[in-house]
């Protein structure tokens, strides 16, 4: 159970994805807690836990970050407070992705990301898969190790120092599906969408004492 001191949850909203279901999850598990929706700096800095979700294409969403000022704001929040990153809010961490001719990510996390580029895999990736959790994590609490979670996503990331891979998945190549280090947690599926276990990682995530 959640404490009843209230806590803030700022869900960095920069107007890429379908942020309400997020915001739905995490009211549902953190009744308590004062979750808002914003691309406010000032609100960012302020928030006790931020939230770093996204779909679509990477280069779209670097721009979409840029025009509303967040790239260092984002940058400063994964370095000092609890910090989930969610689909491509993942893949953004990272230095580069090949996706639109080739797109500069945050760099926060050293790594690429790559297109899935076996001929017989259906691209995107969409659907349930297992997760095989890489390392103990106040995360993956209370979640079964190759329990299963949605994704859905045609860029993977290819290279990341094995020291921050939390879990894998497989997909015709066995790539990370959720990276940890120190505050930051990140997934290339999306919780919001995977039902009983989704949940208890957000709820693992609301209640993580970093």
């Known amino acids: 159970m959640h404490s009843t001191s209230s806590q803030t949850i700022a869900i960095i909203d920069y107007g890429m994805g379908n942020v309400r279901s997020v915001q739905k999850a995490i009211e549902h598990v953190a009744p308590n807690d004062n979750v808002i929706l914003t691309d406010n700096a000032d609100l960012i800095n302020q928030a006790d836990r931020i939230v770093f979700p996204g779909q679509g294409a990477m280069g779209a969403c670097m ?10 704001v984002i940058k400063k929040a994964a370095h000092e407070k609890p910090f989930l990153g969610i689909c491509l809010g993942l893949q953004l961490l990272f230095d580069h992705s090949e996706e639109n001719f080739g797109t500069e990510g945050l760099g926060i996390i050293p790594g690429n990301v790559v297109k899935f580029s076996k001929s017989e895999l259906k691209i995107p990736h969409m659907g349930w898969n297992t997760v095989n959790q890489s390392i103990d994590h106040p995360l993956w609490h209370n979640i079964e190790n190759n329990a299963r979670f949605y994704s859905v996503h045609s860029y993977y990331v290819s290279e990341a120092d094995t020291s921050v891979v939390a879990g894998t998945t497989d997909y015709g190549v066995d ?5 940890a280090k ?5 997934v290339q599926f999306h919780p919001e969408k995977s039902q009983h276990d989704g949940l208890q990682l957000l709820t693992n995530f609301i209640n993580w004492k970093v």
């Open 182 to 186: 120190d505050n930051m947690f990140a």
């Open 175 to 179: 790539f990370t599906c959720a990276v």
């Open 63 to 72: 721009q979409a970050l840029n025009e509303h000022g967040l790239a260092e």
